[in-house]
């Protein structure tokens, strides 16, 4: 399975997706599911997938000629607005479905992708869209500022809840982080190395792009910063009326941490 985020704010953009493809007991695969095409100055893409890889591929390839110099024809160099783009990755969709299709095994394949492009083009705000197997597609909008493809429903709460037209990018950047580690924590299929991209409004470049693994020091500090902020906030939620002690049991260890610095009733966790 695939988790794929996109976030538009005033500042910008921001892109982060898993690279888990199979999850099996004894087959875990990755896969980059996030491509971007920058050309500084002028115009910037990023493009995410989720759904057969065969078409992924093949679309991948059809842009990547596309953008060779002596290639005629619409490309991502030349497409003079992010509308016609979402058009043309729609359009390569829905060809290459037809041509994986055709060199299926069995009727029952599923070829299609779905996918989420996002950039900017001088001249135009940022933008981003969902794009359907069908080559339909919609675009964000300052009520519904994200996208999502894949297994989202896990990681969802965390962007109702924060994300705003208003917020900074490096903020979105971290909420988009959460959101993942949220869904990979609920779903094995999907899972690290994540990928994460940045492009800030009116550079028409990508001014930071990493991958992040579970042993990357500020992925770290952030899971763990996040769980246990959790845990905090959790612990302070009013109690019953007829509850004594801590929310999380004696049997916690932050809980019996606790109830050794303090002769007080725990209502709290501890640091």
């Known amino acids: ?12 953009l921001v892109f982060a997706s898993d690279t888990r493809t199979s999850a099996g007991v004894d087959d875990v695969r990755t896969y980059n599911k996030m491509h971007t095409f920058a050309f ?9 997938s989720a759904g057969n890889l065969a078409t992924t591929q093949t ?3 059809a842009i990547k000629r596309g ?7 619409p490309s991502l160099r030349n497409l003079p607005t992010m509308f016609d783009v979402a ?9 290459a479905q037809k041509q994986v299709a055709g060199d299926a095994p069995s009727s029952t394949t599923t070829v299609e992708t779905t996918f989420i492009l ?8 940022p933008q981003l869209y969902l794009i359907y197997p069908l080559g339909n597609y919609i675009s964000a909008s300052p009520e519904s500022p994200f996208l999502q493809i894949g297994e989202h429903k896990y990681g969802k709460p965390i962007l109702d809840r924060i994300i705003r037209p208003g917020v900074r990018l490096e903020d979105a950047a971290r909420c988009a982080l959460v959101s993942l580690d949220s869904t990979m924590r609920s779903n094995l299929s999907v899972g690290p190395p994540v990928d994460l991209a940045l492009v800030p409004e009116g550079q028409l470049n990508i001014s930071h792009q990493m991958r992040l693994d579970t042993d990357t020091p500020y992925y770290r500090q952030l899971k763990e910063g996040w769980e246990k902020k959790l845990e905090a906030v959790f612990a302070e939620l009013p109690r ?4 004594t002690g801590s929310p ?15 002769s007080a009733t725990v209502h709290t966790l501890g640091s």
């Open 87 to 95: 058009e043309y990755i729609g359009g390569l969709s829905q060809r």
């Open 67 to 73: 953008c060779e110099t002596d290639v005629a024809g």
């Open 1 to 12: 399975m695939t988790y794929c985020i996109a976030i538009k704010v005033d500042e910008g």
């Open 240 to 243: 019953f009326d007829w509850e």
């Open 118 to 125: 996002g950039g900017q083009i001088a001249g135009e705000a």
């Open 248 to 262: 999380l049991g004696s049997n916690h260890p932050d809980v019996g941490a606790q109830a050794q610095s303090s």
């Open 59 to 61: 679309v991948l390839t």
């Open 40 to 48: 500084p100055g002028d115009r910037v893409f990023v493009l995410m």
